[in-house]
């Protein structure tokens, strides 16, 4: 009669062990490699997240350029005797310019407009006229700073006001400094401003616009 069974384990046999877990040496490779990902994974992000803010500062810088030139060209169009009588262009310097305007004044007035450049910051100032006679008292004037990275004269000694007489017709000489307001009919800004400010870099964006004052024109087209 046949022995029907599990077969007879011989003596000295064992089963084969497996793999089963890392050694030491493994583990610690395991964890250098995920160290080493992990600080290429952050250095990649902080590379793009830098990126984009110096890219959000470039726009920010040239859009508010490019704001600050449309307001001052609108309201150097509209400029306009003082209503104590006073000439509509009161300074014209290379970085300062005083001029009066209806721009955002009340019906019937003209507010004293101010712009200056002070270090790297372009500022407005606005008086407005009271009193009867009417009258601007300088001690009353609003200021807003209205652009920074402003580099004209910090770094570049570039004029930011230049201005032409009625002759210019697009192109040719501006007057030169000083200036008689008396031959002024038309008048430039020329603004230059850092791309990414607070970045050791000189990229630098330049925007020159320029309007007629239309009450003193006399041969200019517009």
Not at 140 to 152: A, F, H, Y
Request: charged share 10%.
């Amino acid at each position: 009669m046949k022995n029907i069974g599990l077969p007879i384990k011989q003596a000295g046999h064992t089963a084969p062990r497996g793999s089963i877990g890392f050694t030491l040496v493994e583990s610690i490779m395991a964890v250098a490699v995920f160290i080493v990902l992990s600080i290429g994974v952050s250095t990649v992000t902080l590379t793009i997240m830098r990126s984009y803010r110096q890219q959000s500062a470039s726009l920010t810088n040239v859009d508010q350029a490019t704001i600050v030139a449309s307001r001052f060209t609108n309201e150097l169009r509209n400029a306009s005797y003082g209503n104590d009588g006073a000439y509509p262009l009161n300074s014209a310097g290379p970085a300062e310019i005083v001029f009066f305007s209806t721009v955002g004044a009340e019906p019937n007035q003209s507010n004293r407009i101010r712009y200056y450049l002070s270090g790297t910051s372009l500022y407005k100032g606005i008086t407005a006229p009271s009193g009867s006679p009417p009258s601007y008292d300088l001690g009353s004037e609003t200021t807003d700073l209205v652009q920074n990275s402003v580099i004209n004269y910090a770094t570049t000694s570039i004029p930011l006001f230049y201005y032409y007489d009625g002759d210019y017709g697009g192109s040719g000489n501006p007057l030169s400094q000083p200036v008689n307001i008396n031959d002024v009919k038309f008048v430039k800004i020329n603004l230059i401003v850092l791309k990414q400010p607070g970045i050791s870099t000189t990229t630098s964006f330049n925007l020159n616009t320029g309007a007629t004052l239309r009450n003193l024109k006399n041969n200019l087209g517009n």
